[in-house]
């Protein structure tokens, strides 16, 4: 979570000649068909911002292995520890629709009111990768994060483990392999209780 004035602009080790090989810079024309959607959806949604105090838009994009893409922005507050990011807002609205196996997210981020500021690539604060590394965990894979800046010239693709190494997560934990059935046993006790309410 970023705090009031705090820069997301984050330039990553794998820009073009930087050797790392496995993150690409691209931009907008060289996507295919499902990531171009991705990337512009995320733009988009970048409009809806609420930054009042950092003056910093950023949009989100997430995509699930059944095909359907959440969107989402950053949210602040005058109480800047109570700001949410636009990536855990997409998680959130993912996991609330019970679709939360995550293939790839986009995000785009730029300073509205500075021009030379939408041309940086932005990619997810330490928190956020931490909230997709889980995400990943839990089904196994290894999200796509495809990082932006605001008129989508430059993208940098990359994993969530590329961009936070050896994650502490439920695998950590011993807890990815049970979730499964505990959410099992979640939705049969909610269940029970639609059940109670409906018989009252």
Known sequence: MRGIGK??????????????????????????????????????????????????????????????????????????????????SALTLANAAGD??????????????????????????????????EAAQLINSDVRVLCCNGDLSSIVASSISELLPEAFGPQNLGRAQHWPSLREKLHARVKQLIEIRQKR
Do not use: M
């Not at 988009?44 to 989402?72: D, Q």
């Not at 995550?102 to 956020?128: L, Q, T, W, Y």
């Open 7 to 88: 820069e997301r602009r984050v330039h990553l080790a794998g820009e073009k000649g930087a050797g790392d090989g496995a993150r690409k810079r691209l931009d907008w024309t060289d996507l295919g068909g499902p990531d171009r959607e991705l990337v512009e959806r995320a733009q988009e949604a970048s409009a809806r911002a609420y930054a009042p105090y950092s003056l910093f838009a950023v949009g989100a994009a997430l995509r699930t292995n059944s095909g359907k893409i959440y969107t989402a922005a950053n949210l602040e507050n005058a109480s800047s520890g109570l700001s949410i990011c636009a990536e855990a």
């Open 100 to 133: 939360f196996d995550v293939e790839a997210i986009a995000v785009v981020g730029f300073a509205f009111k500075d021009r030379v500021g939408a041309s940086r690539v932005v990619a997810p604060c330490g928190s956020c990768r931490q909230l997709i590394a």
